[in-house]
């Protein structure tokens, strides 16, 4: 069996199931069972695949067609400008988030040496990937997941950015410490009611301590921006991400704790989706 007929016999596999990115996910598959690039697969496709590898690529095809992640299966992601690791213990990056990132790059000048908090950093792709960018600052994320920060650690030694960035299990609730300049986080924010429409590749393999946020889906932020009010600097900025439909609840918790809402910035589907806010009280 060459690579084009191994594709097809993956994707037909997963349509089947409907696995909607049944093409792309046969061909991420493919790449990470030969360890080779989708483009060179795609442009050798009459090159023969060995029997041992195409039994590896049907195990990895009966797992995504349970609707494990891809992400999960072949242990990474790509976010901003990396690569990282991931697995079931951490949710999985997604492009929404990166707004989290390019909002911090926008206000933190290229050289300034700030002192950065993120809560609930999971997988560390958000604070690590603000840290590539701005060399001179230091960054402390918490996460209540011993788990999860195993698995930011590991990034973190992965990027190069061990000595930049301390770790520290702890739920906010729990969590002192001296004041910082920005306060970044993408919190829970699902109404316990709505996880079970969620689609089955998350429902059924994402954490959902990381996902499920009470029933208003706004506990974890109301915890965010009451806490974030103590651990932030006069000026500094509280950046998060927030679901839909939580535009006016989050604004208005952020104007009476004493925040300033700088901006809302909207997803690609136009969904308010990153609140920028300041300290000013």
């Known amino acids: ?97 990166e707004l989290i990132v390019e909002e911090v790059l926008k206000v933190l000048k290229i050289g300034s040496s700030k002192r950065l908090l993120e809560i609930g950093t999971g997988s560390g792709c958000i604070i690590l990937s603000i840290l590539q960018e701005r060399l001179n600052c230091c960054a402390t994320a918490i996460d209540i997941s011993k788990k999860a920060l195993n698995i930011a650690k590991f990034n973190a030694k992965m990027h190069h950015l061990t000595d930049k960035i301390k770790f520290i299990n702890n739920d906010i609730d729990k969590f002192n410490d001296n004041k910082y300049d920005f306060v970044i986080s993408n919190p829970p924010y699902i109404n316990k009611f709505n996880i079970s429409r969620l689609d089955k590749d998350v429902k059924l393999f994402e954490p959902n301590q990381a996902l499920e946020a009470g029933v208003d889906g706004l506990r974890e932020i109301k915890k965010l921006i009451k806490k974030s009010k103590k651990l932030l600097k006069i000026n500094g900025k509280l950046i998060f991400e927030i679901g839909e ?37």
């Open 1 to 97: 069996m060459n690579y084009l007929e191994t594709l097809n016999f993956g994707s037909n596999k997963l349509k089947l199931k409907n696995i909607r990115s049944h093409i792309l996910d046969s061909e991420l598959l493919l790449s990470f069972t030969l360890n080779l690039s989708r483009e060179k697969i795609l442009i050798n496709l009459n090159e023969k695949i060995k029997k041992q590898k195409f039994n590896i690529y049907k195990r990895l095809l009966s797992r995504r067609e349970k609707n494990e992640p891809i992400a999960y299966i072949i242990k990474k992601k790509e976010f901003w400008r990396n690569i990282f690791y991931v697995n079931k213990n951490v949710l999985i990056p997604r492009p929404e988030t």
């Open 245 to 281: 439909s939580q535009q006016i609840n989050a604004k208005k918790m952020l104007i009476d704790n004493g925040y300033y809402i700088n901006k809302v910035i909207k997803d690609l589907s136009s969904i308010p989706r990153v609140i920028v806010s300041t300290n000013i009280m």
